[in-house]
């Protein structure tokens, strides 16, 4: 594939940072075999964010002929204390619902299931033996306590609160992964870039230094005025209480929700007439929406429910100015996104409500009442 074409695609949105795209066109110029990989804690329900938003990296990443794989964190998840701590529930769920939902995900942004890897982090482990053990002892040796305890954020945890002794080992594993598995284009969320930019310094123990790409995180919908307010004046110290999130359901659109839920989700949802920064709505027609339009050649059409006008829009930015300008409202803004949703995720929603995913579905919910 033609290098900038290939940089076009790894670059494109949602990523918001490649660190740094001089070795990323270096490896590309040289021929280098780029190895890429993404991990996830295993916990609830697959929304939007790690669905959608992390699936249409992946998908881009397939289309520049890279080689993908999803890392299913077991023990990481268990470390962290996801679904009642119980290691093998986690594998369970990880090898069953997260998989499926991270495959059908991908297949809804346009990606190839088939053709990415899925690897349960404990089975991997087994495989390499003691080196993985080496490994984490690598990057331990080359990091500082306080850098790690300033890292916990990729936790999902805050500076400052109380933590295991073992969530600070969740850092040093996590970077040992990307070597381990021989990675040389992480990528995760921008809330994962404490890890790998630890990763990129202590990448001379391993002989060579990997890529990071790191893209948007989304909003929970029920953000308030009081945390857009805190978001404008120290952005990191709130994305933890401001990102969609499985734990509150209401903040987050699941890949499988049906379409009464996800009309009620968004018209319950933040979104202040006139303001596009901070916008859960925008934001999912921003990262979301507008590129399955672009994809199927449409274009941005809301209808004002009390006049019945339509007013179509060419681009995402030009939508957002006659936002801003207050020429659209609110809640045909909502309902133009809730509908585009539903349309989406219609594959998803037959799958685990309907088809072989159900079974998937129905043992996480039933794991998820009893603990």
């Known amino acids: ?23 990323l066109r270096e490896y590309l110029e040289q021929g280098v075999k780029l190895k890429h990989y993404i991990g996830f804690e295993i916990s609830g329900f697959v929304h939007l ?19 993908t794989t999803l890392f299913l964190a077991d023990y990481h998840s268990w470390i962290n204390r996801k679904l009642g701590g119980d290691l093998e529930t986690i594998r369970k769920v990880a090898k069953g619902y997260f998989a499926e939902a991270l495959k059908k995900s991908l297949e809804i942004v346009g990606g190839d299931p088939d053709k990415v890897k899925v690897i349960l982090a404990s089975e991997f482990y087994e495989k390499i033996g003691v080196e993985y053990f080496e490994y984490v002892l690598r990057v331990s040796m080359n990091t500082t306590l306080s850098r790690i305890k ?5 936790l999902g945890r805050k500076q400052g609160e109380s933590i295991s002794f073992a969530q600070l080992l969740y850092v040093p594993m996590q970077v040992a992964d990307i070597f381990a598995l021989n990675v040389n284009l992480a990528h995760g969320g921008m809330d994962q870039r404490k890890a790998h930019v630890i990763a990129i310094e202590v990448s001379d123990e391993f002989g060579y230094k990997p890529v990071a790409v790191h893209h948007h995180l989304l909003m929970g919908l029920n953000l308030t005025g009081e945390q857009v307010k805190a978001l404008k004046e120290n952005k990191e110290d709130v994305i933890i ?3 969609m999130s499985k734990s509150k359901p209401d903040s987050a659109i699941f890949i499988h929700d049906t379409p009464e839920e996800i009309r009620r989700k968004i018209r319950k949802a933040y979104c202040p007439i006139g303001e596009i920064e901070y916008n859960p709505v925008i934001e999912i027609l921003e990262y979301i929406v507008y590129p399955y339009l672009k994809e199927k050649e449409e274009e941005i059409e809301i209808i004002n429910k009390k006049t ?16 801003k300008n207050k020429d659209v409202h609110p809640l045909d803004l909502k309902e133009f996104v809730a ?3 539903i349309e989406m995720l219609e594959p998803a929603r037959k799958y685990f409500l309907e088809g072989p995913g159900k079974r998937y579905l129905e043992e996480l919910k039933e794991i998820r009442i009893t603990r």
């Open 49 to 67: 964010g790690t669905g959608l938003i992390s699936m249409k990296k992946v998908a881009d990443f397939q289309k520049a002929k890279i080689e």
């Open 308 to 323: 019945g006008e339509r007013k179509v829009f060419e681009n995402i930015e030009q939508f957002k100015q006659a936002y």
């Open 241 to 243: 209480d401001i990102k």
């Open 150 to 154: 300033k890292s916990i954020t990729i």
């Open 1 to 23: 594939m033609d290098i900038e074409k290939a940089i076009e695609l790894i670059k494109r949105p949602p990523t918001e940072e490649v660190l740094t795209e001089e070795l």
């Open 339 to 341: 509908e585009k949703l």
